[in-house]
């Protein structure tokens, strides 16, 4: 019976379910605190420790989805794709409003880590916490940060983008979709942009643009940023 609890469909077929689960919960009581990865997260943690599942067997388990996770991204190009008109029409604001989202976010986390004496090693993982994880990894392995981190910051990072965005473009009456998407995209990469293609497909297009950019926008900065705060500070 351990054994097949253990093996890899049991696992697979375990991650699948609970996913399901949590997007059913989320879609009937519209809460939206009850988001599905949030959920799923929850509701695997606490059957692989009821089951006494070891986290290597779940790992080798989830290979396949682990291995889909990348290549799957691709789709978010379907949304920018249906709204490259708009993309060209407003190409400058939208490079200069994710250049400028993350660079304050990068400096944002510097300074607060600075004003809670954060260790460096851990204020170094956080800087790339709003890019996708294949970027936001390499990034903390060039500054000299901690991976499983940054790992942690990224997901974080990616629900509470999920979660609040709705409610912080209501809260400062931000009703521009591209404004919107931009800003969700830049902030909270792909987890958040299943959030902003949920608002629209403006919103989705600019989102998905959002993430690459901001990536390659992080890459380039974040080296400049720490030099910059280590002479300042």
Do not use: R
């Not at 490079?95 to 460096?120: A, E, P, Q």
Request: charged share 10%; proline share 5%.
């Amino acid at each position: 019976m351990k054994d097949l609890l253990s093996s890899p469909l049991f696992v697979l077929l375990l991650t699948l379910g609970m996913y399901l689960l949590s997007q059913y919960i989320h879609k009937k009581t519209k809460i939206v605190w009850l988001n599905p990865l949030l959920l799923s997260m929850i509701f695997i943690i606490l059957s692989l420790n009821i089951l006494n599942i070891p986290l290597d067997k779940y790992n080798d388990g989830t290979y396949l989805i682990s291995f889909f996770l990348t290549p799957s991204t691709v789709i978010l190009a379907l949304p920018l794709y249906k709204k490259f008109d708009l993309l060209k029409k407003n190409a400058i604001p939208i490079i200069i409003g994710i250049t400028v989202g993350s660079f304050v976010g990068m400096c944002s986390i510097l300074i607060l880590c600075k004003l809670f004496n954060v260790d460096s090693n851990i204020a170094l993982s956080l800087i790339p916490k709003s890019v996708t994880t294949p970027i936001g990894v390499e990034v903390a392995k060039q500054l000299g940060g901690l991976p499983p981190i940054t790992i942690s910051a990224i997901i974080i990072t990616g629900i509470m983008g999920a979660i609040f965005s709705p409610i912080i473009c209501k809260l400062f009456k931000i009703e521009h979709n591209i404004a919107i998407g931009v800003a969700i995209g830049t902030s909270s990469h792909a987890l958040g942009t299943t959030k902003a293609l949920e608002l629209g497909e403006t919103e989705g297009a600019m989102s998905s643009l959002s993430i690459g950019v901001a990536g390659l926008i992080t890459v380039l900065l974040s080296p400049l940023v720490v030099k910059l705060f280590s002479m300042l500070l």
